[in-house]
């Protein structure tokens, strides 16, 4: 009997909504017992199995969590001999795959946890032992696994689950245990047995009734990094603020305000009229300075702005991939018309992006496959095709960069030719889109460890997932692109300062007057400040501050001690009279000067009266023609090795460059090869953009460094070269020791102070050494060895043993700094 109210079809609708929420529990329960059927879970009674969960907050950005799974599986397990084939076999995956409970589904099996080492299988003749590590990072999801761990992450608390394999419910668990890194357990069901400080819960011997999992409130920083970067909509809102939004740009912004405000100062320093040259230099300064900061925003904030018109106009598509391409298809055109005036390549450049763009709309339009769009999934050709469009743009791109770093140091009469300048673009890209296809591969065979070919979902989830590889290949390699393109700041402050400078008017300007002094130390301050972020926001203002404050004081420091600073003749700076006399008479006035210093060395005190006194009174003549503690010795080390400031800044820059080259390879080897580091740079899709950026980035700091040195070689404190590079390295130190206690007292991701510092001060060190060589380099001929001349210029042979055993232990600092440096987690 039907009740009134309740017609056939409301009744039907009832029973179809009971059977959609009983039927999923009933194959899932089905499918864990087949499952433990198929794996004969009856003959695995008696294994032995240890799990461990470690999380590592301190000195990550993103916590870390490792597992440790120990299984000891009896000999007369079923599939126990399968485990000692090869781990692409079949059969040795299953076998594997009933341990770890992994894939529970044949139809979608991908597996994201990192395993750094191999799985290792043992056999005595008893028993087959497995020892099973994985580790992964708690960062944009707010649901992670990792071995037979579940994470789960709420607005206030994490927890994390054991999820055993079906085929061990029965087994015997000897441990399991979770290590919180120091933070409290909230609840842990069921009630542990044994533990330590609330942090440290084990369980001994347990019988999987419940699963353990243990709830904690995750730590400040770590948690505000997660919350910071991921998209999910609890978060969502911080994101636009974090370091891939609001946060990211403010280096752009700032270092381009600065550049404007530096390059206006300079402008109005200029005396007299400004020659159509200066002009155009200031002009191309400005415009950069524009430029980066519009990129940065562009870049950055881009997916933001959709998010927010998405949800005001109510779109229901994501097209952020699409978004993306756009923005990349725009940074090389805008690049092009920065650098170049060529019609040619501007109408070229313009026809490849326009053709790109207006094929993907007809692709996305149309329901073409031959291009990655939201809709549909990519076919084969349109892998070709993908890869071609791609390679075009990144080819416009690098053709943008050379022709914006070629207008930037004005380089009008060497300029390179366009057929090289295309054929290394179109190698960059090349290599760019290949690295990326490689690293799918390897991307692919991670998350598949355990499936196989022969799987009916196999081939429809690689489809899947390599469409989406390439759909956000975009949103992916904006970000090292737009680094790169920051590297060229330091480009436009030489452009402008080998046009625009004082002592090309003016004789007697023997060091940078202080507008070209200003535009040196915002260069040193925006190359050098460390970017760093604190609970996933920019901290960048602070290090900023802190160079320039720092480089100013050095600087304030030389104008009071430097030997060129000291008032001379008529209350003038001494080295507005050194710089209007002959270098080969300072240089001759200094080599005198010894020769009578070693003469009267070498009379004993009672012989050669009349000679020793002779030598001392010339030696005092000389000393009372300059002022009180200047000696004619320190006037070649003050000068330098070239006549003018900017060629001493331009040798310093070539010297470090050169010097610094072993220092790049081994600070590239510590970040992005040495241990498990290799393995995450091979999968990223944009790894080559990557190991571009970290050679350009540590190469430039070297330049820069010895651009500072050079240029106010004159103006720094210290007699010698290694002495002047020793506070330039101080200026250098101190935002980074800054950051470094900053970051140590959060708990945060802590930078390789110790051994960058120690890298940066011993290229400085070196620099200055081969600028103090290279100022007597006509004296060469006259010392059989390099050594020879060492002794002679520093007048001290322990001095010399002494920076030599200061590189040696600056060596030895670089190597026991890098011995033990952790994998810091994948990017987006």
Known sequence: MIRPGWSAPRCLQVLLLL????????????????????????????????????????????????????????????????????????????????????????????????????????????????????????????????????????????????????????????????????????????????????????????????????????????????????????????????????????????????????????????????????????????????????????????????????????????????????????????????????????????????????????????????????????????????????????????????????????????????????????????????????????????????????????????????????????????EPLLVIVGILAPLAVLGVLRVCRVEQHEQGAFTPTPAERYLLVVLFAVTLAPNTYYFGFSAYALTLLLSLVTAWGVLALGSSVSVLEQPFADDAPLGRTISLTDRADVLRLARRFRELQTRRGQLGPAEHSAERESIEVEIDRLDQALPAGVRPADLPFACGPMPTWWGNARRGAVNACLIGLPATGLLYWVGAVKGDSWVVSAEDTTGFLWITVQILYWQVYWIVGGIFLGALWRDLPGRHGPTKALFVAIAFAVPEVADFLITQALHGSVPEVIGEIAAFGSVMTCTGLMMDLQTFQDERRYWPTNASLVAYVYQMRFATFAFFMAQLLALVTLWKTFADVSTSAPGR
């Open 19 to 478: 059977l959609c929420l009983v039927l999923p529990a009933v194959g899932e329960a089905a499918a864990a017992q087949d499952t433990a059927t198929a794996c004969r879970a009856d003959q695995l009674k008696k294994a032995k199995v240890t799990a461990l969960a470690e999380f590592k907050h301190r000195g990550n950005n993103f916590s870390m969590v490792t597992s440790t799974m120990d299984i000891s599986v009896p000999t007369t397990w079923t599939l126990a001999s399968d485990l000692l084939l090869d781990s692409h076999s079949l059969a040795y995956r299953s076998a594997l795959g009933c341990l770890v409970g992994k894939p529970s589904d044949e139809k979608y099996f991908p597996d994201d946890e990192w395993r750094f080492k191999p799985v290792a299988v043992k056999a005595d003749g008893q028993w087959v032992k497995v020892h099973y590590q994985a580790v992964n990072w708690i960062q944009f999801s707010s649901f992670e696994s990792v071995g037979p761990w579940d994470l789960a992450l709420s607005k206030e608390n994490w927890s994390i689950e054991l999820r055993p394999s079906p085929a061990l419910k029965g087994a015997d668990w000897d441990r399991v245990q979770v290590d919180l890194g120091g933070r409290g357990a909230l609840t842990a069901t069921p009630p542990p047995a044994f533990g330590e400080g609330g942090t440290n819960l084990s369980w001994r011997h347990t019988e999987l009734d419940r699963n353990p999992q243990v709830t904690f409130r995750p730590p400040t920083v770590q948690h505000w990094y997660f919350v910071t970067t991921s998209l999910e909509e609890p978060w969502q809102v911080w994101e636009t603020w974090g370091s891939y939004g609001a946060s990211a740009t403010f280096w752009y912004v700032a270092s381009g305000a600065l550049l404007l405000v530096a390059g206006r100062r300079l402008k109005h320093s200029l005396a007299g009229p400004i020659s159509a040259e200066e002009s155009s230099a200031l002009h191309y300064l400005r415009w950069w300075a524009l430029l980066l900061m519009l990129l940065g925003v562009l870049v950055y904030l881009h997916d933001n702005l959709y998010v927010w018109l998405q949800q005001l106009v109510g779109w229901y598509h994501d097209y952020q991939p699409t978004v993306a391409l756009f923005v990349l298809a725009l940074l090389g055109p805008a690049l092009c018309l920065f650098g170049s005036r060529s019609k040619r390549l501007l109408f070229s450049v313009g026809g490849v992006v326009l053709g790109v763009l207006g094929w993907y709309v007809v692709t996305e339009a149309f329901d073409f496959t031959l291009l990655p769009t939201v809709d549909w999934p990519l076919s084969t050709p349109g892998l070709t095709v993908a890869a071609v469009a791609y390679a075009a743009l990144l080819a416009v791109f690098w053709i943008g960069v050379i022709a914006a770093g070629q207008r930037l140091l004005l380089i009008s009469e060497t300029r390179i030719p366009t057929r090289v300048m295309v054929a290394a673009a179109l190698a960059a890209a090349t290599a760019t889109v290949l690295w990326s296809y490689l690293a799918f591969e390897r991307f692919w065979e991670r998350i598949t460890w355990l499936a196989h070919p022969s799987w009916p979902g196999f081939r429809s989830v690689w489809a899947q997932k390599l469409d989406e590889w390439w759909l956000y290949f975009p949103t992916t390699a904006l």
